[in-house]
């Protein structure tokens, strides 16, 4: 028997939960690798981070799908009936304002929204066209095990964009988009779901939005990344030290207790 929407709701949460559990320790292995320069393993940990930066965006587009004050039926079906998931973004936003502006039909213009509210959907559409939709393409690429050499559409040939696309992409780079993305999709939750927190709330998340494309701009990896090279080396010289000064680690509180056992009850006592 199918699921109901409140219980597929509740699978959406706990799967989202789970991707961006997966995230966060794929960024902290990433991280490590990265600053005891193990460039192999970097590699591949910004490949799966990619993958999964894309998987949250799908688990978050379904989560929203299935709000109890969002989409019904017939709405939820529009939106799954796209042909790919940006279409579904679009289509999700599109619905949205319908639904919160009370246009059933008519085209979105001036005409049928008010200045303000239009300026808003033709912003949201430019992020989820601009900046969504190379997150899914390189999610896509990946998932069809293309990690080497990506293809094009028709997989008839090697696809240089796809290639510079997925090399420019670093650990602070995914971090970047993903705290656009998480703006993004709570913006289109607003819109749907909150009787006003959309036009209260709008500026805060669109100045994250504004703000992170700003850092993807301008802050500088090499400098990041340098740092964190830096502090990892003199971690390590500073355990070397430890080590020629004799001094000794910690031991584990468990470890003491044991030890203090062995030291009061001696093999005289």
């Known amino acids: 028997m199918a699921l109901s929407a409140p219980d597929l709701y509740k699978a959406h949460v706990l799967n989202l939960k789970a991707v961006h559990d997966g995230i966060m320790h794929t960024e902290r292995e990433l991280r490590a690798a990265l600053a005891r320069e193990d460039k192999l393993s970097a590699d591949t940990l910004i490949k799966i981070l990619l993958l999964l930066t894309g998987a949250w965006a799908e688990c978050r587009l379904k989560k929203l799908l299935y709000e109890s004050s969002g989409f019904d039926d017939s709405a939820r079906k529009q939106i799954f009936d796209k042909r790919s998931q940006i279409e579904s973004w679009h289509s999700s936003l599109e619905l949205g304002y319908r639904k919160r502006y009370n246009v ?60 510079a696309a997925i090399k420019k992409e670093n650990a602070l780079s995914v971090r970047f988009k993903l705290s656009l993305l998480e703006a993004l999709a709570m913006l289109i939750h607003d819109l749907v779901s909150s009787p006003n927190a959309f036009e209260r709330d709008f500026d805060r998340h669109f100045e994250q939005i504004i703000s992170t494309k700003r850092n993807l701009k301008t802050r500088s990896y090499q400098a990041w990344e340098s740092g964190m090279i830096s502090k990892y080396k003199r971690g390590q010289i500073k355990r070397f030290s430890d080590k020629s000064a004799g001094i000794i680690e910690q031991v584990p509180v468990k470890e003491q207790a044991c030890v203090g056992n062995r030291t009061l009850v001696g093999p005289d006592a």
């Open 104 to 163: 059933p039909k008519a085209k979105l213009s001036e005409q049928t929204l008010k200045p303000t509210a239009l300026m808003r959907y033709g912003a949201l559409s430019d992020v989820i066209s601009g900046e969504l939709t190379p997150v899914i393409e390189m999610r896509n690429t990946l998932a069809h095990g293309q990690w080497s050499r990506p293809l094009n559409s028709e997989e008839t040939d090697i696809s240089g964009p796809m290639i």
